[in-house]
C-alpha cells in the first residue's frame, strides 16, 4: 500500500519558518516528480512546488525566494523548507506523487497526481 505522510506543520509567526517532509512508503519515487500544493479555507487546491527526479525545481510567483523543495532518494521523502512565512501562507499542505511522464516534467495541476498524502496545517499569525 502507497502511503504519503506529511509532517512538520504548525503554528508560527508571520515571518518565522517551517520544513515540511512527506515520507513515501509502499514505492520508490526517486524517479518520480514529487510536488507540494496547498489549500487554504475556502479557496482550492493550488501548485505550491514542485521537485522532478533530478532535482529540477519550480516554484508558484507566491513563494519563489522563501521555499525550498529539495528531496533525499534514498529516504524516499521530500521536503519544503518555508522561510520569510507570511499569513496569506496559512493552509493546509499536501504533498503529491506524479506517476505519469518521464520524472521531467512539473505538474502545477492536482489532477495530473495519484498519490497524495493526508495534508499538515500550517497557520501563520501576524
Known amino acids: 500500500q502507497v502511503q504519503l505522510v506529511e509532517s512538520g506543520g504548525g503554528l508560527v509567526q508571520a515571518g518565522g519558518s517551517l520544513k515540511l517532509s512527506c515520507a513515501a512508503s509502499?514505492?520508490?519515487?526517486?524517479?518520480?516528480?514529487m510536488t507540494w500544493f496547498r489549500r487554504a479555507s475556502g479557496k482550492d487546491r493550488e501548485f505550491v512546488a514542485g521537485i522532478n527526479w533530478s532535482g529540477g525545481d519550480l516554484y508558484s510567483a507566491s513563494v519563489k525566494g522563501r521555499f525550498t523543495i529539495s528531496r533525499d532518494n534514498a529516504k524516499n521523502t521530500v521536503y519544503l523548507q518555508m522561510n520569510r512565512l507570511k499569513p496569506e501562507d496559512t493552509a493546509v499542505y499536501y504533498c503529491a506523487a506524479a506517476t505519469v511522464g518521464s520524472g521531467v516534467e512539473v505538474y502545477t495541476t492536482p489532477t495530473t497526481y495519484v498519490y497524495w498524502g493526508q495534508g499538515t496545517q500550517v497557520t501563520v499569525s501576524s
Open positions: 509502499g514505492r520508490t519515487f526517486s524517479r518520480n516528480t
